[in-house]
């Protein structure tokens, strides 16, 4: 597939011979034994940029989102999140699988949700009901095309939760492009949440592995729960390596994907095929097909060598990452101009 350029996500990225250098000179250990020094320092790095106690590296982001919950609620609790949110879409069932847990969907702003909506949703303390226990945000939005949260609204959920003893927690996969998009800090992040997910194997570029982040007693909880969902590893730290290499070098580059993706939307949005774009404020772009099926224009795209995503009927996606080069992106935007 090297000859194709590849739009379907930023999980494709390989990486950079830099980075597996910096594999292939991790010094390694059996991490379950809590011995892999590689491991141990991509754990402290992470934790001490959001202010956080500790960390947790884990093979996924679903497995840090899924060991987040398992660890503030119990079963017959309830969840709130919007909708679109990848916990409930993407994660497999694994709040109920996992937790025992109903959710509480809520319709967002391109999976944007507000603290007014989180109060409204908060079950009554009634023995018929639900226990409400948990607030989970996605920042940025994938189904919201990338979109991102301004710091006062997240302010004031956590007031809400706050105020009604709900834990707060952030499925933060693609958080630094929220932070480079908005000009915000990850220690405002640390500040506001109980524990955060962030995924090092999107734009920033390693093969595999994300981070739970919060207190430490929450993460020594996590890390048995990791234990017993299977997420124990060995000689982690060839991937921790990569983790590191990708907190001290990949971030402030991620503004790049960001004016890429505007630039192919923009021509996404005088093409007779489209019906609407949504707007783009990171590295995904999200748009609505008119005349063609979401599938057809997928297909058309690929036989110019172009990959794209059909997330719906009538919806494409397309994800800007550290693979795609300038002149990658003027040849997507021709064969845009030229699409019948």
């Not at 390694?28 to 320092?41: H, I, M, R, S, Y």
């Not at 989180?118 to 940025?140: F, G, K, M």
């Not at 990338?146 to 006062?152: A, K, M, N, R, V």
């Not at 997928?298 to 995503?309: G, N």
């Amino acid at each position: 597939m090297d000859t194709y350029i590849d739009f379907r996500s930023d999980t494709v990225t390989r990486p950079s011979a830099a980075m597996l250098e910096a594999m292939q000179q991790a010094r390694v250990g059996d991490d379950v034994f809590g011995e892999d020094p590689t491991v141990n320092e991509l754990e402290q790095l992470a934790a001490g940029m959001f202010g956080k106690a500790a960390a947790l590296f884990c093979p996924s982001g679903t497995m840090t989102n899924q060991i987040a919950i398992k660890c503030h609620t119990q079963p017959g609790d309830e969840v709130i999140c919007d909708a679109d949110a990848h916990i409930y879409q993407y994660e497999g069932g694994g709040i109920a699988f996992n937790s025992g847990c109903s959710v509480k969907l809520l319709p967002g702003d391109r999976g944007r949700i507000s603290a007014e909506q989180v109060q409204e949703a908060i079950q009554p303390d009634d023995v018929h009901r639900a226990s409400t226990s948990l607030v989970c945000i996605e920042n940025t939005s994938n189904r919201g095309g990338g979109s991102c949260y301004d710091i006062t609204a997240l302010e004031a959920i956590k007031e809400t939760c706050t105020a009604n003893h709900l834990a707060f927690h952030l499925d933060g996969a693609r958080l630094f492009n929220a932070l480079i998009a908005k000009q915000q800090t990850p220690q405002q992040y640390g500040n506001l949440f109980d524990s955060i997910s962030i995924c090092l194997s999107k734009s920033l570029g390693c093969p595999v592995g994300s981070l739970l982040l919060g207190p430490a007693d929450f993460i020594k909880k996590a890390r048995r729960i990791r234990k017993v969902f299977g997420g124990g590893m060995r000689q982690a730290g060839y991937l921790a390596a990569a983790g590191i290499f990708a907190l001290q070098n990949n971030i402030q580059r991620l503004q790049q994907d960001h004016i890429r993706a505007k630039a192919i939307a923009e021509a996404l949005q005088g093409s007779t095929y489209v019906k609407q774009v949504l707007p783009v404020e990171t590295n995904i772009i999200i748009f609505e097909t008119q005349g063609l099926s979401a599938h057809e224009l997928v297909a058309q795209l690929e036989a110019d060598r172009i990959l794209a995503y059909a997330i719906a009927p009538q919806k494409v996606r397309l994800v800007l990452h550290l693979d795609i080069t300038d002149e990658m992106v003027d040849r997507t935007i021709h064969s845009i101009k030229n699409l019948k």
